[in-house]
């Protein structure tokens, strides 16, 4: 399946995956996620959790995994339970006091405090390799989802007056027709192995993997559009290291022994592929085994996540001469013709040694490991499409090894994530048309003034800026574009022709569809309307090129947003949401792009020195939490976050005061005796309301941008006197960092 549309920018949870880990047809569109880091809130895997059961993603069975992992059952993993619901409230309570533990204080720990009752009597969904208020909100949509798409597949329409039920109805019932599935295996894709069968030479393979990166599979390095970082007005064609079937770079490098477990997981998974492809078991052993050799080669010339996150090393624009000089075994005119791309331009290359180790890789490795390679790089990001016995073992090892993941989730959620994957627009125009209502758009909207409003404020008093840098970050903020809902302009999914035929086909074409939509942008002036995310997402994110933040219909409902709760319940929850946002506008990359979204640094040298001072304070804060024994947060891989996380309380909770003395007497107002400020951090604290299984917890800890959910909780309030005052905490509790070791940025 497609990857999701372009991936999510800063978000509230997780930046774009990294590389390897998508397993689908990933149009180019996802590239850009890559490109631009866009922030979310949470990491899009999460979205994969449910819409998506997007493959890859989670890492490694450690040494502290306390359970081995299930056996495989004999039953079919695809037809059982197919009614199963994991529980979800149709209408939850703002607050629901029957969360909270009453055992555990509010300044020992809070996040056990808000939702240590619901912790102990929640079991993880076996579908889920976490579970919380995402995911639940996350089930509601899946609901409104399911309803749209089996309507739009029984109604006979005529496609010229509602093209997107046409296409929503067609490629569910291609999803959902299973008998033509199985009868018909990897019989679509036959046309795709010849082509890779009858390479003669590296000029071929080129061209193969040109047309291969076409149709959405990752093959050797990436390619895509994209703004260019120094001029966001223009999209420039950007080329980004790649090629990788592990969910990171470090899967291949680390020497522990859960690390070389994981790769002989991972070996025999590619044999296994192989061989329902048609391999005799012993060449797709042999085979396997040079695959692995050959991304390890990609692996290690790779940046890590924590290098990928500076956008300066990031940008390398450079005439074609000069990515050619860092090819020379590869003709990249051949490429651009392959793949209908007349003119270039420019092209940003984000890892230029990677390149140079890519091109030594090419021409050394032998021409049949190459053919293996790509064989087994269209069947990773196919077999989500095919039959069963492609679906269960691509289930076994990214789902179930990587995550833990007990259970594959049934059919239909399957299909509508590969549905939204696919023609997310279409889908989602849909989908709002019947559930999001107008009011949400204005409340969201006051919402977002009020925390600009907050963030002005806060950047007009900081006592560690200096004014000449002041008025740059006001400029940026004034100059923040919002986006909420919807897009204004829907895609045109016209010139994709999708039907009842193969699954598997409809899903290729739409990912070539967006692909040929994101090269066609090269060279030409950034379109200011397009999205990062679909309507339905329940995810967020700022995107630093164009300086925008954007919040889709899906997350704009309980318990981030709730029409008839009081103020303090909101500013909790999506108020901290869009403070978080703004403030990856303010983060330590985010920081790096200016009002129009270039890469031009508008700080003053003192400025900039007492920024790092501050930012370094909290990434120590958060290497020093262990979540697992011997296993500790990474503080420089989850800055960003960490710092958006503590700014967006921190805005939210200035705008709920704000919001407070205009209405004097709901601030004496207790509910279920709770103080508005006491109901404010318990919102928040509840949207972080999760279980996770240690297996996803190690494969994020690894990989996820975002920290997990409890330090999301903790981490911030710690820093906070506002916290402190609200529950009236003594000095000294577990809850507060000593005066001196309080993290204050924004
Ligand atoms: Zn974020």
Known sequence: MPLQRKQQKSGLTGIRQPQGINSS??????????????????SIRVQGESPKPKPFGSPTVGPN?????????????????????????????????????????????FFIYANGSWIKRTQIPPEYSRWGSFNELIENNNDALHDITEK????????????????????????MDEKTIEAMRIGPLEDEFKKIESIKDRSELLK???HLHSIGVDALFEFASGQDAKDSTHEIAQAVQGGLGLPDRDYYTKTDAASKKLRDQYVEHVAKMLTLTGEPAETAADHAKKILALETKLAEASRTQVQLRDPQKNYNKMPLRHLQDLTPDWNWSDYFKSIDLLEPGDVNVHQPGFFKAADQVFEDTPLDDWKAYLRWHLINAAAQELSKDFVDEDFNFKDRTLRGTEKIKPRWKRVIASTEEAIGEALGKLYVAFHFP??????????VNNLKEALADRIKTLDWMDEPTKREALKKLAAMRVKIGYPDKWLDYSLLPIDRGPFVLNAMRAAKFETTRELNKIGKPVDPTDWGMTPPTVNAYYNPNMNEIVFPAGILQPPFFYANADDAVNYGGIGAVIGHEMTHGFDDQGRQFDAAGNLRDWWTPQSAAKFKERSQAIVKQFNEYEPL????????????????????????YAALQKALDKNPQEREKKIDGLTPEQRFFLSFATIWKSKQRDEDLKLRLNTDPHSPARYRVDGPFSNLPEFQRAFNIPDGSPMIRSADKRVKIW
């Open 208 to 210: 193969e993997i040109a």
């Open 25 to 42: 047809f990933q149009a180019m569109n996802s590239l850009i996620l890559i490109l631009v880091a866009l922030f979310c809130l949470f």
């Open 629 to 652: 024994p011997g296993l500790h947060v990474n503080g420089e891989l989850t800055q960003g976050e960490n710092i958006a996380d503590l700014g967006g309380v921190k805005l939210a």
């Open 152 to 175: 739009a597949e029984n109604t006979q329409v005529d496609p010229r007056l509602a093209p997107e039920t046409q296409k929503v109805g067609d490629y569910y019932a291609s999803g």
């Open 65 to 109: 995994s306390q359970k081995p992992p299930p056996p495989i059952s004999s039953a079919s993993p695809q037809s059982v339970d197919e009614t199963a619901k994991p529980p979800v409230e149709k209408n939850p309570p703002p607050l629901d006091p029957n969360n909270r533990d009453p055992s555990v204080k509010p300044q020992d720990d």
């Open 438 to 447: 107008p009011e949400a758009k204005a409340r969201a909207l006051e919402l």
